[in-house]
């Protein structure tokens, strides 16, 4: 079974700064998918970014980038000039190749954005 | 816009009182999720459909029940509710193939057990 870790409970970084959220997995598989999902406080869940296995270049979306380390297992965010809007739960999520493609997500990181 | 829409977005019922959320979506996609979300916690998958297909998560209690009558419905049926299972309860598709077989979910149903 895949597990998923995030070992950073909660973080805070100051508007217009830059912050790394940080995610381990574990798999026997070879060929997955990462996501990293956004979770307002209004709770509907929103994708972020999304990475293939089987992709070396790391998946960049606008102020959204990842770092994909694929054997350390490491899939960490990192959101450069934090908005106020982007405070939110972050949870970072395993999806395999089978047909029903089922999540396993980690605990959450809660990110708060300061003036 | 195509979308996953919960009703109600919060719903209260009585230990004890069977209670019925609802889930449809837009986006025509096979595979339809129900998540159980405890405060400050991570989803926890209870059970999907792939088409007619139900599928139950080893660990999900004999409580929690679903139907999907077709494909744009999936209901999830708690049928004695207790006050452990008040939770956010998450409704998520997905259309296998696709490109990323990326999940898009719904806004929640908020469950309150008096």
């Known amino acids: 079974a895949q597990t998923v870790t995030q070992s950073q409970p909660e973080m805070s970084v100051q508007e217009a700064e830059t912050v790394t959220l940080s995610c381990t997995y574990d798999t026997s598989e070879n060929n997955y998918y990462l996501f990293w999902y956004k979770q307002p406080p209004s709770r509907q869940m929103i994708l972020v970014i999304r990475q293939e296995a089987y992709k070396q270049q790391n998946a960049t979306e606008n102020r959204f980038s990842v770092n994909f380390q694929k054997a350390a297992k490491s899939f960490s965010l990192k959101i450069s000039d934090s908005q106020l809007g982007d405070t939110a739960m972050y949870f970072c999520?395993?999806?395999?190749?089978?047909?029903?493609?089922?999540?396993?997500f980690g605990t959450g990181t809660r990110l708060q954005v300061t003036l | 816009d195509a979308m996953v829409i919960q009703n109600p977005r919060y719903q209260v019922t009585q230990f004890g009182k069977p209670v019925t959320l609802s889930c449809s979506q837009t986006?025509?996609?096979?595979?339809m999720y129900w998540y159980q979300q405890k405060s400050s916690q991570a989803p926890k998958l209870l059970f999907h459909?792939?088409?007619?297909?139900?599928?139950n998560e080893a660990d999900t209690p004999d409580n929690f029940q679903s139907r999907r009558p077709n494909t744009s419905f999936c209901f999830l049926d708690i049928r004695s509710p207790g006050l452990g299972d008040a939770a956010m309860y998450l409704c998520?598709?997905?259309?296998?193939?696709?490109?990323?077989?990326?999940?898009?979910f719904g806004p929640g149903t908020r469950l309150t057990v008096l």
């Open positions: 459909y792939y088409d007619k297909d139900f599928n």
């Open positions: 986006l025509n996609h096979n595979v």
């Open positions: 999520a395993f999806m395999g190749t089978g047909t029903a493609s089922k999540l396993t």
């Open positions: 998520a598709t997905s259309r296998p193939g696709s490109l990323y077989n990326e999940q898009f």
